[in-house]
């Protein structure tokens, strides 16, 4: 079975749309995005249009490459101060000689809507529910509840530990009562770990790298990375196909339960629980 993103998406994009044509000004999130990255760039047009179809706001912000922390800092402390906007977020990935703790640590908690603030992340660990989860993390949530998968006494196998979506994913699912292990570059016998899985989630940015011989029938497998193929050895023999994820979708599909497709799969989702999350810190603004 195709677990598909972009369907479950459509769902919440026409509930997000209805509420928010009811509401009397529109929930505006603010996007600080440092240098010209391509794929950064990309992430946020999703955004944007994602945001256009909802009636959601957008202000984007862009610094140059060589931007000091402090002219960050003062932007966002005058976004945490003004009522008008709801979530602030910092496109990840930032340049090496900006410190992205300090960052994210100064927007508000309340308009961390991607959920990435030390404060956020703690109440994560602590299963406080009042807390935001960054958005890919929710979004896989919204798909296994979608397709009514069972995560309670589940094995959960997450490859990947990045702080963006490894770890907080594995805490989320955690929190649902899985059994989780989470699988990283030195893991050992890495398939030996996978084929233990009920549910997989892979999200390593390493294209292809499940094969067939780790995976299993009765899986489910979520696959999180995207992978630009352009200009790789990959772009001839995968012809047509400008994205991958770090599932080998064509070699496994055919053996397990469920797989997410890439594109398709996950990001779609990932927009949408983060529009949802901005929803949520307009709705507390309010309060
Ligand atoms: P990071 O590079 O921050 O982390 C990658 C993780 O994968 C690390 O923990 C690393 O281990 C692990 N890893 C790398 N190679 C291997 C390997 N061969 N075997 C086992 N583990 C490995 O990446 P992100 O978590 O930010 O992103 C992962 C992928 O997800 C990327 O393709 C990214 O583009 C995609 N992504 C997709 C999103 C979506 O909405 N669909 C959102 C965000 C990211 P170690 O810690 O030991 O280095």
Known sequence: MLLDGKKIRDRIEKELAHEIH???????????????????TAYINQKRI?????????????????VEENEIIHDIHNFNRDSSVHGIILQIPIPEHLNRKLLIDAIDPH????????????????????GYIPATTKGILALLEAYKIDIQGKKVVVVGRSTLVGKPTALALLNKN????????????????????????????????????????????????????????????????????????????????????????VGPLTVASLFENLLTAYKQSKI
């Open 111 to 130: 308009k961390d809507v991607d959920g990435l603030s030390s404060a956020n992340t703690k109440k994560l660990w602590e299963k406080d529910l009042t």
């Open 50 to 66: 994602f945001a256009e179809k909802i009636g959601a706001f957008i202000i984007h912000k862009q610094y140059p490459e060589t």
């Open 22 to 40: 009811t509401l009397k000004d529109k929930p505006t999130l603010a996007i600080l995005q440092v240098g010209l990255r391509e794929d950064s």
């Open 178 to 265: 899985a059994t989780v292990t989470i699988c990283h570059s030195k893991t050992e016998n890495l398939s030996q770990e996978t084929l233990q899985a009920d549910i997989l989630i892979v999200a390593t940015g390493h294209p292809l790298l499940i094969k067939k011989n780790f995976v299993k029938p009765g899986q489910i497998v979520i696959d999180v990375g995207i992978n630009l193929i352009k200009g790789t050895k990959l772009e001839e023999e995968i012809p047509g196909k400008k994205f991958v994820g770090d599932v080998d979708f064509e070699n496994v599909k055919d053996i397990v339960e469920a797989i997410t497709p890439v594109p398709g799969g």
